[in-house]
């Protein structure tokens, strides 16, 4: 039986009911295991159900609970959009069960985060199966307000209040964004309903202002520049296992709003659109990698690399408009299903990273990698793990990242097929610029791995650090192996992408699975392909064959001794290359621009015995030229209005006899 949106719902229903088991449960024992226990079958239940959905090819059901609305009700759709990204929920959801499992027993206040884990999932999971704006952006803030909760999880730690308060204030902004865009939409006797709203036509207009209040509301959400201000600050402040799914799997509901809105519900889109959207996605992949460049927390570093990999994302959409927009059906796919892959292939690398950072922070008790190193010997398990997703998300073959990417830059490459020179122009200047942002991103988690993970153990939480527990284990693991088959046989995934491309697009990529030797070939041979399994095959041949020659014929001729120390006998941990060092040039060539990055030397003069010091001043040019001006305004205007608090009866009378024949007057003219 195929499955259909009633058992996705009882999935929710399923999740709801944990919720409030955990509520009447959070003083046991035992509540830590009850609960991500259950949180971990429904997810695997539902994503199996929305997998099964995807691959029978199903079409769409939907129903309509007597809820919400009195003349609406709460109308659910499950089609093939819907059935991708419940299957990249969760399994999101799954793996963070499964590493709550160990984790959670390591968490200081359980009872702040077992209530609205859960909650959370069924609010990811209701926000892609509503079929109505009403419904739609309720679910949407319920999924805001419980992660909300789990950002404040640990509240009284520094710094994680101002970390909810910011994320609270950015995500009513996007919803009161998307509030006004359904509400362009759903205006003129429309209908709430997206049946409704889909079949009807929308003014060249009215489809600019609804592009642009999607790209703050889900933009804000899903961390576009300059609207990210709040990831680096919450997705670090919540648990580990809450920041993988914030990174990995909320942000991609995000881009399931906005691609539900703008190519499903406006219709055709304009090139116009196309554009704003590429440039805005090749700016936030450049700015987001080279802030985690500039960071030393390894948990803020994995959030800025989620901002560079949403705006990878959003690239391949704007890509996608552009070609669909003139009627480019086959490149618009191609450009689409990159931009799903990546989706998924995100959800993969970044969760088990933040897994890897929460296991770090578990063992050690410190995110600073200036103070970690040489936990390649005290954690090799994780270690091998991380290093995965490093490689993974630095796009180099054989693994999933380099896939994804790799099917970006092929539709990059169909630009001279369009006929609009601004976009001729455009693009490949933004596949540079994506070009940059995959160097960096290799750079940044050389950085990444290699002072965590490498080198001497440069504080003693370092030095004692041990292995974490079998469930994280198992959960990072498991995302390195999905990682690995996703790079290895990428054809299947492209092939499981095509009745999305199909519904949202009109057209699929060729299929992949006649293709010999499991080969993808995006666009025809005389182009490019490539062979995830072969090329996994050549490094692993070529690497084997290194070794044993290096060993055979190499390790004897080598005189060992210790190493050269730069004139120190016994050099300190303190003297390897640091996270600071590594990043020096590239703060250099970029940062004067970006950061206004200046360097102050405090060079004694010889005989003085004071130290050399070396200091940094770097500035965040979009918290301080945007957010900074804009809040003084908010304050300067709230102590005005603060004024109507202490008013006289008759003046506050006065004030609403005015207010009133203002109204009636705008009506009037109005109408």
Known sequence: MIPGVDQQVWCVAALLGTTL??????????????????????SLIAFARALSFLVAHAEATEMVLPIGLPWLGSHFRLDALAAFFLAVVNLGGAAASL?????????SAPHRVLPFFPAFLAGMNLVVLADDAFTFLLCWEFMSLASWALVMAHHREADNARAGYVYLVMASFGTLALLLAFGLLSGAGVGYGFAAIRSAPHAPSEAALVLALMLLGAGSKAGLVPLHVWLPLAHPAAPSHVSALMSGVMTKVAIYGFIRVVFDLLGPPGWSAGIVVLVLGGATAVMGILYALMENDIKRLLAYSTIENVGVIFASLGLAL???????????????????????????????LFFGAGAVLTSTGERDMEKLGGLIHRMPLTSFAFLVGCVAISALPPFNGFVSEWLVFQAVLRSPDLPQWGLKIMVPAVGALLALAAALAAACFVKAFGVTFLGRARSPVAAAAGEVD???????????????LAGILPGLVIDGLAPVAQAIIGHRMPVQANDPWLSIVPIAESRSSYNGLLVFVFITAAASLAVYFIHRFASRAIRRGPAWGCGFADPTPAAQYSGASFAQPIRRVFGTLIFQAREHVDMPSP??????RLTVDMHDLVWERLYTPLTKAVWFFADRLNQLQFLTIRRYLSLVFATLVTLLLVLAIWS
Do not use: W
């Open 607 to 612: 005989g003085d015995p004071r130290p050399a």
């Open 21 to 42: 088991l955990a509520i009447a449960a959070n003083r046991s024992n035992k509540s830590t295991t009850v609960v991500y226990g259950a949180t971990l079958v429904i």
């Open 470 to 484: 079998r469930c994280s284990l198992a959960a990072m693991y498991g995302l390195a192996a999905l990682c690995f």
């Open 99 to 107: 590493y709550g499992l160990g984790y959670g027993s390591h968490e």
């Open 322 to 352: 552009a070609f669909q927009a003139n009627g480019l059906g086959l490149a618009a796919a191609l450009a689409f299903t990159a931009a799903l892959f990546h989706v998924l292939n995100h959800s993969f690398f970044k969760s088990l």
